[in-house]
Structures are given as structure tokens and as C-alpha cells.
């Protein structure tokens, strides 16, 4: 199983990022994906999870209606949407499998949000 996240960098705030996840190594349409955030000094967290399309999303409260969470099954690849970013987003953003019970990471992406 590998993750590989890209599409992070610096922006200003009230700014768009868009996250990808490319998968290999598993049959990507058959498992949930998620995303996680950690910042300096913090847990990591969950900021959104997706089922095996878009019919079944889950999100973080403090992301919801700025973040949208997506999948292209035919690209191996899930999506993480970040609009309106804000400064208390910027963190290293991770996505996850869990395949066969084990969880599985990426190597993560730094976004970083400047004021």
C-alpha cells in the first residue's frame, strides 16, 4: 500500500489549496479514504472522510462548508478541496487507508497559511 500527497504550499488567507492522495498497492474503490491534519505541537486530527464514492462524507466541524472531501476511483486518487483557508489550518495534511485493519499514511503535505 502507498499514499503519496501532493498540492500543499503557502497561501494567503482566505485562499485555495487542493489536496490529492494518489493510491497504489490496493484496490482503492474498495475502501474509505480519509484526511488528517497534525500542527506543530498538537495531535493529529480528522478534518474529513469520504466512503467508497461521494454519497457517504464525514466532517470536521470546524471545516465544514470550507473543505470538500472527493474521490476519482478510476484515478486512484481522493481528493481534499480547501476553500477560505484560515491560519489555524496550517498544518501537515495527511491522508489515510485503513486495508485489512491496518492504517496506512502518506507521507504528508505541509500547508501553510499566512495571515
Known amino acids: 500500500v502507498q499514499l503519496v500527497e501532493s498540492g500543499g504550499g503557502l497561501v494567503q488567507a482566505g485562499g485555495s489549496l487542493r489536496l490529492s492522495c494518489a493510491a497504489s498497492?490496493?484496490?482503492?474503490?474498495?475502501?474509505?479514504v480519509t484526511w488528517y491534519r497534525q500542527a506543530p505541537g498538537k495531535e493529529r486530527e480528522l478534518v474529513a472522510a469520504i466512503g467508497l464514492d461521494d454519497t457517504i462524507t464525514h466532517y470536521e466541524d470546524s471545516v465544514k462548508g470550507r473543505f470538500t472531501i472527493s474521490r476519482d476511483n478510476a484515478k486512484h486518487t481522493g481528493y481534499l478541496q480547501m476553500n477560505s483557508l484560515k491560519p489555524e489550518d496550517t498544518a501537515v495534511y495527511y491522508c489515510?487507508?485503513?486495508?485489512?485493519?491496518?492504517?496506512?499514511w502518506g507521507q504528508g503535505t505541509q500547508v501553510t497559511v499566512s495571515s
Open positions: 489515510g487507508v485503513v486495508v485489512r485493519d491496518i492504517k496506512y
Open positions: 498497492g490496493f484496490t482503492f474503490s474498495n475502501y474509505g
